[in-house]
């Protein structure tokens, strides 16, 4: 039998190794009683075969909900859609916080602290979008495009720092598809506006 120490030592690895693998590595895509074989709204559609999206499925998933199945129109849909991106980059915020929460070396702190940052930023950027759409497209299709930048900072910092987290790395991807969707739609309106702004 092995001696207590060696016990004590075996589980504080496994719970952590545990605890960390239980971090989602998901975006955070709205739960809907809905399956993907039932037809998005021809909104959806158009945005997700758009120039901008980076994943169409997960265009057509993160966008399968009632409610937003439902937007009448374009500036309903991308405000639902600034909604979703800023949900997810509270989400992945929350995971970057616990991380730093945890012992590491300096240059890993670094980046923690880079990509927490950067979410934050995310998360002013979604929400103000949201509340902003429909009074300047042109604007608004700026603040979006400029999270894209932040997240690869952030992506940067970490592969520099050797930060060996595939689930932070499989975040910062999902947030980079609501961006490209936010951006999406944000052209969208701003096409649909041309005379105005």
Known sequence: MAPPNQLCLVLVIFLSV???????????IPKANVSLSIPSSQLVENLCNGKAIQ???????????????AAM?????????MKLGAANAKARLNVYNE?????????ALKALNCCVEAYKYAILSFEMVSSESVEDPQTVNYDVAVIGPEIANCEKELINA???AHRLLAGNRFMKYYVSMGYEITSTLELENPNEY
């Open 73 to 81: 129109d374009t500036t309903q849909l991308g405000t639902l859609i």
């Open 18 to 28: 545990f605890s960390l693998s239980y971090l989602s590595t998901s975006a955070i």
């Open 99 to 107: 991380i730093i929460k945890k012992p590491g070396s300096p240059q």
């Open 162 to 164: 050797k930060v060996q």
């Open 55 to 69: 994943d169409r499925r997960f265009c057509l998933k993160a966008l399968s909900t009632p409610e937003v199945i």
